[in-house]
């Protein structure tokens, strides 16, 4: 009888951890499931990074082009900004 116990065990221990494998947490499926998931999110956090880019160089240019508008501004136009003072030297 002892001697039969042991098997039986064992093959109940093997049921349980296959079921688990299969069905259980960890399960293959559910590793598929979140593989997937995963390749979803990081085609996702691509394209908001490429935006993230996209926005950033716009930015970047603006911040440059209006520095660029502001220097023309100050050397053809003779702006000033507040609390600064022109001062027009003559070549003559």
Do not use: C, Y
Not at 4 to 20: D, E, T, W
Not at 42 to 54: E, G, H, P, R, S
């Amino acid at each position: 009888m002892a001697s039969r116990v042991v098997p039986v065990i064992l093959l109940a221990l093997l049921a349980i951890l296959h079921g688990q494998l299969w069905f259980g947490r960890g399960s293959i499926s559910e590793v598929n499931r979140l593989q997937q998931k995963l390749e979803a999110q990081n085609t996702l956090n691509a394209q908001a990074k490429n935006v993230n880019d996209q926005l950033s160089a716009e930015v970047r240019d603006l911040k440059e082009g209006l520095d660029m508008v502001e220097e023309r501004a100050r050397f053809e136009l003779g702006m000033v900004k507040a609390n600064e003072i022109f001062v027009h030297i003559s070549s003559k």
